[in-house]
C-alpha cells in the first residue's frame, strides 16, 4: 500500500461517489468529467492495493474493504475542513474593525486599556468606542452602527443578546472635608442624610430598587440629577453634596480632589452586561473581540 501517494482530491472523490452511489451523480458534483472522477478512483485502489467498489452496468456499492475505508476517510476530510476553517478564522481575527458602545463611565475607565491589550494581541485590527448614553449605546447596535455595547444590566431588547460581563460595587464619593469622609464605612442611612447628586432617572430607579430591597426606609430623593458622571463629580466638588459611583469611577476622585467610601447595609452592586445582535453574525474581528474581553475579565476575577 502506497499511502504517501494518497491525495486529497482522491479521498474527495471516493467519498462523493459512495455518498452518490453513481460515478456519474458524483462527477457532476464535483464538477469533473466521468473519465477524470474514474481515474482518480482506479489510482487511489492502485495505491491503497484494494477494490473499494463493485461496479455493475446498474449500481456502485462499497465493496468489503471500502465499507470499512469509509468513516476513516469521511473523518480525514472532515477533519481537515475544520482545520482549515480554523486557520481562515484565525486570519480573519488579525484584522478588521470592531466598534463598541459604552456608557462614558466604563468607556473612559475599563475599556481603553482593554482595547490597548487587545491591539497588542491583533494590531492590524481597529478598535473604535463610541461613547454613548445607556439607551442610546444599546440603540446602536440595534441599528448596526455598533457591533457590540457595554453598558449596566438592563430589560434586553428582543434585537440583542445580554450577557453578564462583570460586577462593580457602589462607592460613597464625597469632599475630603466632607463629615462622611471621616468614616471608614458608610451605612446608607447616614449618606441619604445629606443632599445627593444623581445620574439619570434609570440610574437613581435602578439604585431605589435596590435600597428597597434591604429596607424601604431608604428613600433616594435626590438633590440634583446629571447626566454624566463627571458632571456629579464636578458638583460633589462644589459644595452641592454627596454622589455613589460604581467602583470603577474612583481613578477619577483624584483630579476632583474627592475620596470614596465603603457603602454598606445594605452594599450594592451595579451590574454590567455584554450586548451584540441576536439576528446578525458578528464579524470574526467583533467575536474575537467578544472573547478577549470576557478571558481578561476572567483573569482579574471580574467576571460574574
Not at 23 to 31: K, P
Not at 160 to 186: K, T
Not at 216 to 227: K, N, R
Not at 232 to 243: E, H, I, Y
Amino acid at each position: 500500500m502506497n499511502i504517501g501517494s494518497v491525495s486529497f482530491r482522491q479521498l474527495r472523490a471516493f467519498v462523493a461517489v459512495a455518498d452518490a452511489g453513481s460515478f456519474a451523480m458524483a462527477a457532476q458534483r464535483l464538477h469533473l468529467s466521468p473519465s477524470a472522477l474514474s481515474l482518480l478512483i482506479r489510482d487511489l485502489e492502485r495505491n491503497m492495493g484494494v477494490r473499494l467498489f463493485d461496479r455493475t452496468t446498474r449500481s456502485t456499492v462499497l465493496s468489503v474493504a471500502g465499507s470499512e475505508f469509509y468513516p476513516l476517510a469521511r473523518q480525514v476530510l472532515d477533519d481537515l475542513a475544520r482545520a482549515l476553517e480554523s486557520t481562515q478564522d484565525l486570519e480573519q481575527k488579525k484584522r478588521g474593525t470592531v466598534r463598541v458602545a459604552c456608557t462614558p463611565l466604563y468607556a473612559a475607565t475599563m475599556l481603553p486599556e482593554m482595547v490597548h491589550r487587545y491591539r497588542r494581541k491583533y494590531p492590524a485590527i481597529a478598535v473604535y468606542v463610541l461613547d454613548s448614553l445607556n439607551q442610546q449605546a444599546t440603540a446602536r447596535v440595534v441599528s448596526g452602527e455598533a457591533d457590540l455595547c457595554i453598558a449596566p444590566q438592563r430589560a434586553t431588547p428582543p434585537e440583542l443578546v445580554q450577557q453578564s460581563l462583570m460586577r462593580d460595587r457602589i462607592r460613597l464619593v464625597c469632599r475630603a472635608d466632607h463629615p462622611l469622609a471621616s468614616r471608614a464605612r458608610v451605612s446608607w442611612a447616614q449618606a441619604l442624610q445629606h443632599p445627593f447628586v444623581s445620574l439619570t432617572a434609570d440610574f437613581t430607579h435602578r439604585l431605589q430598587a435596590d435600597l428597597f430591597k434591604h429596607s424601604t426606609s431608604l428613600s433616594l430623593q435626590p438633590a440634583h440629577e446629571v447626566s454624566f458622571i463627571t458632571t456629579a463629580l464636578g458638583m460633589v466638588r462644589s459644595g452641592f453634596g454627596v454622589t455613589a459611583q460604581p467602583s470603577r469611577a474612583m481613578p477619577l476622585l483624584d483630579s476632583f480632589g474627592l475620596v470614596s467610601r465603603r457603602l454598606v447595609s445594605p452594599t450594592v452592586d451595579r451590574l454590567l452586561s455584554l450586548f451584540h445582535p441576536r439576528n446578525r453574525a458578528l464579524s470574526p474581528a467583533a467575536e474575537s473581540f467578544k472573547d478577549f474581553l470576557f478571558d481578561e475579565l476572567a483573569q482579574g476575577g471580574d467576571t460574574l
